[in-house]
């Protein structure tokens, strides 16, 4: 039996310096019902006493002077998985301030801005917004991505003059495997803003993707670990064959099952995942950890084939053994920490796999 241990909110935001609510929307207390509960917990209540007054984080500790917009919404979507483990909605009021930053810095002259002015949207801009209306219940989100993405590119007017082919074209041209991992977001994110054709264009540009992930280079596996989610996300259990050149173990493959049995195999035997594939010693890296994970439940959710439980769990544990005392993640054994790293992580911990059964068929397209 799990064991259950009960917390005020108000003696842990004393002890970890982030400040109790009086609202009486606000937790007053939270319940670790399971065993990644406090972690994240720890996790997001150390995000939410780095944030700064602007919305925004430094990658680690809590330098104000340097707070990049590139690294909002991935850390807003921590502190949104966070509020749903933990119901401390303090958590959602820092996703919400992190999201108000950021379309700060999309207005003329921000750092989030194409140079005729117009707003550059992150990669995972539209899927992290799309939630956070979701958990706000407040349109402005999704309304503003409608309104300066999609609508954009199918005018062919997004960055000025670009359609969605040509906005794939500028995505990552000389970095296949960041590529991937860019891609991969916008698949499930289009069709949750009911936009199947553009959601179409980016599954193509995916597949394309996994022809050239270039691997034992960086990140290799969170490459392939974006192209198990992206497909997965979208409930596309096969797909043409892979035809990659830097490895023939992909090259042919043909399933979803296929492709998240590879991600499986480069697992370590402690739960962890290398940041390159073809790393051999002091390989294990925490943000390849966490994106394996979320792949993995998202694969194990279409499949159910129980295949992946195990794995998943004892990768988790591992994620937790990389948790400092004041409640940041380290990038790697013996690393610092790093702020967008550890909502990542948190992402992964908090993520429980429950399949949305209503849409395993089509995905139709929804706004709640």
Request: glycine fraction near 8%; include cysteine; hydrophobic fraction near 40%.
């Amino acid at each position: 039996m799990k064991n259950k241990i009960l917390m005020t909110a108000l003696a842990f935001f004393m002890v970890f310096g982030a400040s109790a609510k009086n609202d009486s929307e606000k937790s007053h207390r939270v319940i670790f019902e399971g065993p990644y509960e406090k972690s994240i917990l720890f996790g997001a209540n150390h995000i939410l006493g780095n944030q700064c007054d602007n919305g925004g984080w430094s990658w680690s500790g809590h330098n104000c002077d340097n707070t990049p917009s590139n690294i909002l919404n991935p850390i807003a979507d921590g502190l949104l998985e966070a509020t749903k483990v933990t119901d401390v909605y303090d958590f959602l009021d820092g996703a919400v301030k992190a999201s108000d930053y950021f379309l700060i810095e999309t207005q003329v002259g921000g750092s989030a801005t194409f140079p005729d002015g117009s707003p550059e949207l992150r990669d995972i801009t539209p899927w992290s917004f799309w939630k956070l209306s979701a958990a706000t219940g407040d349109v402005t989100y999704t309304e503003w991505v409608e309104t300066n993405f999609y609508q954009a590119l199918m005018a062919g007017t997004y960055g000025g003059n670009m359609d969605t082919t040509a906005y794939i074209g500028t995505i990552r041209p000389t970095s296949p495997n960041i590529r991937t991992w860019d891609l991969a977001p916008h698949l499930l994110a289009a069709e949750r803003y009911c936009h199947h054709n553009i959601s179409a264009q980016f599954e193509q540009a995916l597949l394309g993707s996994l022809d050239l992930i270039e691997f034992d280079t960086a990140i290799d596996v969170i490459a392939l670990a974006s192209g198990v989610q992206g497909l997965a996300d979208i409930n596309r259990l096969e797909f043409p064959a892979i035809s990659n050149n830097s490895n023939t173990d992909l090259t042919g493959m043909t399933t979803l099952k296929e492709l998240a049995d590879y991600l499986l195999s480069l697992q370590n035997t402690d739960g962890s995942f290398n940041w390159k594939s073809t790393a051999t010693t002091n390989g294990e890296d925490t943000q390849t950890t966490a994106f394996a994970v979320m792949a993995l439940i998202k694969a194990e959710e279409r499949l159910q084939n129980g295949d992946y439980v195990a794995p998943i769990e004892i990768a988790k544990e591992w994620l937790v053994s990389m948790q400092l005392p004041g409640g940041g993640f380290m990038q790697y054994p013996g690393a610092p920490e790093n702020i967008e790293v550890e909502a990542e992580t948190i992402q992964a911990l908090a993520t429980e796999g429950i399949y949305d059964r209503i849409f395993q068929g089509q995905m139709e397209c929804y706004v709640n």
